[in-house]
């Protein structure tokens, strides 16, 4: 991760990073008793489903723009707003039919930040 984000410092980058299941508080199906169910084989059979809880998205490095915040307005957003949100910070609008992005820029031609912001959910 430390060179992904030396790469992203070095172009004065926006680094996304989030996930589409994040539901490792559970990863194996079980019976109603909590034991782990087998497969024919034996082997544990692994979870695959999404979480249930909300899952956390980071978006920071030098190049995001000062006064970049999360939507308040946007509360159940998830990965279908992803796509308009880095078009956003791309600097374009996304298209009427995407769903809505998760960010808001009270300056959004800003120059790039002296200091990159880092959001580690949408609740900050």
Do not use: W
């Not at 030396?6 to 019976?31: C, F, L, P, W």
């Not at 980071?58 to 970049?68: D, Q």
């Not at 078009?87 to 930040?113: K, Q, V, W």
């Amino acid at each position: 991760m430390q060179m992904i984000l030396d790469a992203i410092e070095q172009v004065s980058g926006i680094y996304v990073v989030t996930a589409d299941h994040g539901n490792a508080e559970d990863m194996v199906k079980r019976n109603k008793k909590g034991e782990p169910l087998l497969d024919k084989d034996g082997k544990i059979q692994i979870l695959t489903s999404h979480t249930l809880q909300p899952v956390p998205i980071a978006i920071g490095g030098p190049g995001l723009a000062p006064g970049v915040r999360f939507r308040k307005d946007v509360p159940d957003g998830g990965l279908a707003n992803v796509a308009a949100t880095v078009m956003n910070l791309h600097g374009f609008d996304a298209p009427s039919d995407y769903e809505p992005t998760l960010i808001e820029s009270f300056n959004r031609h800003a120059c790039r930040a002296e200091e990159p912001e880092i959001f580690l959910d949408k609740d900050n």
